[in-house]
T-cell receptor, first 116, second 117 residues
Framework: AQSVTQLDSQVPVFEEAPVELRCNYS??????LFWYVQYPNQGLQLLLK??????LVKGINGFEAEFNKSQTSFHLRKPSVHISDTAEYFC??????????????FGTGTKLQVIP | EAGVTQSPTHLIKTRGQQATLRCSPI?????VYWYQQALGLGLQFLLW???????NRGNFPPRFSGRQFPNYSSELNVNALELEDSALYLC????????????????FGEGSWLTVV
């Protein structure tokens, strides 16, 4: 069974500083990986996804993530955060052979707090 | 293009009652997913409907049920409400095409807050 661990429940960072949100997964098979963002009182929005190919994935709003198979990680990074990045970020994994999103497993989320 | 819409935004029910939540997918999307986001538990997969049929369900008791209508909108019903059912219920939709396995982007609604008192 696959699982996702987001070790940091909250990450405070000053505006314009870089940030890394950590995500580790456990799966015995190949995986698809996702990062979603949830702004206050809103639904989830896809930031980026890794399906295959280049291990460095670029997403919206200047975020990027790197798939590291040996470390089973998919950390999310941004070189310079803005106040508007304050939100909760969810890492998710799915099995490419599962036939869809019904088998997507989400992490418990990391709250990014950008401090002015 | 309208996104995934959910109603009601907030719902307060007492223990033992039934709650019905509604979801309209993005036009052209045939798959609808329901997730429960309870405090501290992250997102838990509830149900997946595609083309009017239930395709899969998560590890939830049978009192969580739903259906998908011919226009692809969906309802989630929670019977015999318990206090721990209090959560944000998120609906999502995707277009199931040739690239079935995860390649389709899934779009989430803004959720329905259910509070059971």
């Amino acid at each position: 069974a696959q699982s996702v661990t987001q070790l940091d429940s909250q990450v405070p960072v000053f505006e314009e500083a870089p940030v890394e949100l950590r995500c580790n997964y456990s799966s015995s098979v190949s995986v698809y990986l996702f990062w979603y963002v949830q702004y206050p009182n809103q639904g989830l929005q896809l930031l980026l996804k890794y399906l295959s190919g280049s291990t460095l994935v670029k997403g919206i709003n200047g975020f990027e993530a790197e798939f590291n198979k040996s470390q089973t990680s998919f950390h999310l990074r941004k070189p310079s955060v803005h106040i508007s990045d304050t939100a909760e970020y969810f890492c998710a994994v799915s099995d490419p052979n599962s036939g869809g999103y019904q088998k997507v497993t989400f992490g418990t989320g990391t709250k990014l707090q950008v401090i002015p | 293009e309208a996104g995934v819409t959910q109603s009601p935004t907030h719902l307060i029910k007492t223990r033992g009652q039934q709650a019905t939540l509604r979801c309209s997918p993005i036009s052209g999307h045939t798959s609808v997913y329901w997730y429960q986001q309870a405090l501290g538990l992250g997102l838990q997969f509830l149900l997946w409907y595609d083309e009017g049929e239930e395709r899969n369900r998560g590890n939830f008791p049978p009192r969580f049920s739903g259906r998908q209508f011919p226009n692809y909108s969906s309802e989630l019903n929670v019977n015999a409400l318990e206090l721990e059912d209090s959560a944000l219920y998120l609906c999502a939709s995707s277009r199931i095409g040739l690239d079935r396995a995860g390649g389709n982007t899934i779009y989430f609604g803004e959720g329905s807050w259910l509070t059971v008192v």
